[in-house]
């Protein structure tokens, strides 16, 4: 089975110490391709040479929510500059955190995510969006740019919520949580996301499935993201491995 990591950290400060080997031994567990995606300026220009470096990496430029307060023009126009290399397939990650007490003042992230919007949309790329505990105000914000879709990563809302992001034509994305013993409401929304939109990934340092909860991430882990998507939805592993491939190919236009 192949893989392809919709949504990864690989310039997190974790992976310092190995990442080059790390890397290598993910082209050899099958992993054929990841999406890295910047959190901060700093994250965004780290995850373009990522890009540059390794064949199979691609690379998503945007700022967090939770430093959506750095975020002025200077920056936009940074994130713009780095959106030509032709490795940076979308914009992200980019959205709203209302769930840590210490993120910037909502009116502050709902400034930024729009101002990065405005920019997927101007340059005709897809966002990667992060919501969480926000997502009313997620939603209003990507329907005022009915032109933009992307993913809604690490997706935490209802199937009623779901819905509303595969209207306007969002994809959704499944972490590791769909592994953990407690979960209930991600896998009724796995239920029922239509094969064409689902994607897998790991959100990797963080999110790490079953058997390795609490461990650090890494892509190839995400074979078990996929084992229990292929049980909730009554399909095979190799079926679902191939869908959500093309889907993220789809996307990202690769
Ligand atoms: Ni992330």
């Not at 949504?7 to 031994?25: G, P, V």
């Not at 210490?102 to 919501?131: G, R, S, Y």
């Not at 499944?174 to 013993?181: A, R």
């Not at 991430?217 to 079926?239: Q, V």
């Amino acid at each position: 089975m192949y893989i392809f990591d919709s949504h990864a950290h690989y310039d997190d400060c974790s992976f310092d110490e190995d990442r080059e080997k790390l890397i290598e031994e993910l082209k050899n567990n099958n992993v054929i391709g990841v999406l890295n995606c910047g959190s901060s300026l700093e994250g965004a220009v780290s995850s373009v040479d990522l890009s540059e470096t390794y064949d199979f990496f691609y690379a998503a430029v945007g700022i967090h929510p939770e430093h959506a307060d750095e975020v002025n023009d200077n920056t936009i126009y940074k994130i713009r500059e780095l959106a030509k290399s032709p490795k940076v397939k979308a914009i992200g990650e980019i959205g709203l955190d209302y769930y840590w007490d210490q993120n910037p003042p909502k009116e502050v992230q709902k400034e930024t995510f729009i101002k990065q919007m405005k920019l997927a949309k101007e340059l005709n790329l897809p966002v990667v969006i992060h919501d969480r505990d926000a997502h009313k105000d997620t939603l209003d914000i990507m329907k005022m740019f009915p032109e933009v879709i992307g993913v809604v990563h690490c997706f935490s809302g209802s199937v009623e919520f779901a819905r509303e992001c595969l209207s306007l034509g969002y994809y959704i994305g499944f972490t590791g949580v769909v592994t953990f013993k407690n979960a209930k409401k991600i896998l009724d929304v796995a239920k029922v996301v239509p094969d064409d939109k689902i994607l897998v990934e790991t959100d990797c340092p963080y999110m790490a499935p079953t058997p390795f909860r609490g461990e650090r991430n890494r892509s190839d882990y995400i074979k078990h993201i996929i084992e229990k998507m292929a049980e909730i939805r009554n399909m095979s592993e190799e079926e679902i491995g191939n869908q959500v491939i093309s889907n993220v190919r789809k996307l990202l236009k690769i």
